[in-house]
């Protein structure tokens, strides 16, 4: 009987940490796909329609397998390439995906539309975890000092627009 009920427990228990496992999994696919719809509603300054999308992150980042996933997808035209964010190219990143940990890269930021991946400092579009939903703030003075505008879409959907 205490062999059962041992056996129960521990079953329980692997089936809250596998349910735990997927949850993370799901949220990491899911904040991927918000990054690349953000990328869609938004409008960048030098309006480039043929070069690629530059999207640059750490390879440490948890989203990173999933935003490499997206390479060559079209993006208004144009193809979503990722690189790293220490990589030389990275000044010329389209997309700055920051892990919450990560404090803001001193990249020229005109042009650059700057996703945080938690609470931390400023970013124009802040993905937050409210009450086990996956939401995003945006802060569209911090987009304007970058030359970007968001649709009218994006400002609807965000849980805050400051």
Same mark, same amino acid.
């Given at each position: 009987?205490?062999?059962?009920?041992?056996?129960?427990? &521990?079953?329980?228990? &692997?089936? &809250?940490?596998?349910?735990?496992?997927?949850?993370?999994?799901?949220?990491?696919?899911l904040k991927a796909a918000y990054i690349f719809n953000f990328a869609l509603f938004t409008t960048w300054p030098d309006g480039n %329609?043929? %070069?690629?999308?530059?999207?640059?992150?750490?390879?440490?980042?948890?989203?990173?397998?999933?935003?490499?996933?997206?390479?060559?997808?079209?993006?208004?035209?144009?193809?979503?390439?990722?690189?790293?964010?220490?990589?030389?190219?990275?000044?010329?990143?389209?997309?700055?995906?920051?892990?919450?940990?990560?404090?803001?890269?001193?990249?020229?930021?005109?042009?650059?539309?700057?996703?945080?991946?938690?609470?931390?400092?400023?970013?124009?579009?802040?993905?937050?975890?409210?009450?086990?939903?996956?939401?995003?703030?945006?802060?569209?003075?911090?987009?304007?000092?970058?030359?970007?505008?968001?649709?009218?879409?994006?400002?609807?959907?965000?849980?805050?627009?400051?």
């Open positions: 009987m205490v062999r059962a009920l041992t056996l129960l427990a &521990l079953a329980a228990g &692997l089936g &809250l940490a596998a349910n735990a496992c997927l949850a993370q999994v799901e949220g990491v696919d %329609a043929k %070069a690629p999308l530059v999207v640059c992150a750490s390879p440490d980042n948890p989203l990173w397998p999933r935003l490499q996933a997206l390479n060559g997808k079209p993006v208004n035209g144009r193809p979503w390439t990722l690189t790293d964010l220490a990589h030389p190219k990275a000044p010329r990143c389209d997309i700055a995906v920051l892990a919450r940990t990560v404090e803001r890269p001193a990249l020229p930021v005109m042009g650059m539309l700057v996703v945080r991946d938690g609470i931390g400092s400023k970013a124009a579009i802040t993905l937050v975890e409210d009450d086990e939903h996956i939401r995003f703030d945006i802060d569209t003075q911090e987009a304007a000092r970058n030359g970007l505008r968001f649709s009218s879409h994006l400002l609807r959907l965000a849980r805050n627009v400051l």
